[in-house]
């Protein structure tokens, strides 16, 4: 992953409080030892998972990937999506730099849900891409938030973030709830023959910025 400068925001929305700081401990894990912080939503009890390497109380341009729980890529090794490599990148990049964190939120389907994400796959066995899926089961593109995570972030008192990230919502959204991200680390993940339609999706529908070919890499070098 290669760093991308992007500019700063400033932050707008006041900020909430609705996590409780519930429970933490060092966690040896393949990758070394991670911090595992527990915050508990007040609001419904779920419970959020901020993965913290080195200290990054205090400082500026700390390397953040905010991740969305994906049951089946990451348990259950589905195809269907890049979930799984994205998590298993962030967490070798923070690991090998020695600082950073990785919130790991239980918005699972983009806040859909478990069994309805699966009522969206079979539709799209049907044909349907992942956002019309969404959209005849009755939900919006996306329902996540990004309070939880501004909430994490400065309760661990991280000043400003690179967000490791392909999504240019995610940061508009952190942005908004005041985060300050000073520049964009992309998430390099490979395609597979079940998941590069997802994939071509996120980036005509919602902008992500996602070099799936080698031309595009062409088209990049041409326009800059
Ligand atoms: N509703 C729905 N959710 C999906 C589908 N495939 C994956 N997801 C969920 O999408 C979430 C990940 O969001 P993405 O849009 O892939 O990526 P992102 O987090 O917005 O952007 P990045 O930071 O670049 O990864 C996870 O919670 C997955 O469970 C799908 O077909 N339908
Ligand atoms: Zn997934």
Redesign the pocket.
């Known amino acids: 992953m290669s760093d991308t400068r992007s500019p700063q925001v400033l932050p707008t929305r006041k900020p909430t409080q609705h996590l409780e700081r519930y429970s933490e401990a060092d966690v040896p894990t393949a990758r070394g030892v991670l911090k595992t912080i527990v915050f508990r939503d007040k609001r419904n009890g779920r419970e959020h998972v901020a993965l913290v390497v080195g200290e990054p109380k205090g400082l500026e341009g700390v390397p953040v ?9 990451e348990v259950f090794g589905s195809l ?4 799984r490599e ?1 998590l298993d990148r962030a967490l070798d990049f923070v690991t090998q730099n020695g600082l950073g964190v990785v919130l790991y939120l239980r ?6 849900g ?1 069994g ?2 699966i009522k ?2 079979a539709l ?1 066995s049907k044909g349907l891409d ?2 019309e ?2 959209r005849q089961l009755g ?1 919006a593109d ?1 329902l ?1 938030s990004y309070d939880i995570a501004a909430e994490m972030l400065r309760s661990l008192d991280v000043r400003s973030v690179d ?5 240019p ?2 940061i508009a959204g952190l942005v908004e709830e005041g985060v300050a991200v000073r520049r964009r680390i992309p ?1 390099r993940t490979e395609h597979n023959p079940h998941n590069v339609d ?1 994939l071509k999706t ?1 980036r005509e529908r ?1 902008g ?3 070099e799936l070919f080698a031309e595009d890499d062409d088209t990049e070098a041409k326009a800059g």
């Open positions: 990937r905010i991740h969305s729980e994906c049951l089946t890529s269907k999506c890049d979930c994205q918005q699972e389907g983009r806040g859909i478990l309805n994400k969206a796959y799209q992942t956002y899926a969404n939900f996306d996540r967000l490791i990230t392909n999504n919502l995610k998430s997802y996120k919602t992500h910025l996602i």
